[in-house]
């Protein structure tokens, strides 16, 4: 049963992404490509901060199939699953430019969220969404802490001067 929420990051995911060292945590980052199909891609807990209940901000890598359909469309979804719900965000996007990481740099959008709503089914209790198990947590875990902190460091969110309306700012 889907259930709209609040146009804000809703709290229990709020409270997993606002965590810097959640191994494993994965959220599906879906966007649409030029022929229209769903296009999904898988985003770390190390590319995406939560600047206010409305604001996010997301790091990807400049050649990538999903940065250039948020590019094109200014828009796209993130699903995860938090305590037994799947959450959904759909979120209006605009660029905030790079970030100049050594060896990899990103391209840096500001999402604001434009609709969210939860999941959940009262015949079945849903145990997981995507996880996975890093190789190397040291190095990950150090570029991780490393690109949240730049991220937050950019200040506030370009949606900040708008109040209204779903495109994104000049």
């Avoid at 969404?129 to 040291?138: C, M, N, S, V, Y």
Wanted: glycine share 6%.
């Amino acid at each position: 049963m889907s259930t709209l929420l609040d146009r804000k990051v809703p709290p229990a995911l709020r409270a997993v992404l606002d965590q810097d060292d959640n191994e494993g945590f994965t959220m599906a980052l879906l966007t649409v490509t030029e022929e229209a199909f769903p296009h999904q891609a898988l985003i770390s807990i190390g590319e995406i901060v939560v600047l206010d209940e409305e604001h996010v901000r997301l790091a990807t890598w400049p050649s990538s199939t999903t940065t250039r359909h948020m590019a094109r469309t200014g828009r796209c979804a993130l699903t995860a699953v938090v305590d037994g719900v799947s959450y959904t965000v759909l979120l209006a996007l605009a660029s905030h430019g790079e970030l100049a990481l050594p060896g990899a740099p990103l391209t840096v959008v500001d999402g604001r969220v434009v609709e969210a709503s939860a999941d959940t089914a009262p015949y079945a209790v849903l145990e997981s969404g995507i996880r996975f198990r890093l190789t190397d947590p040291a190095s990950v875990f150090d570029r991780w802490v490393t690109t949240r902190r730049l991220l937050r460091e950019l200040g506030p969110s370009v949606w900040s001067t708008r109040t209204t309306g779903d495109q994104a700012p000049p």
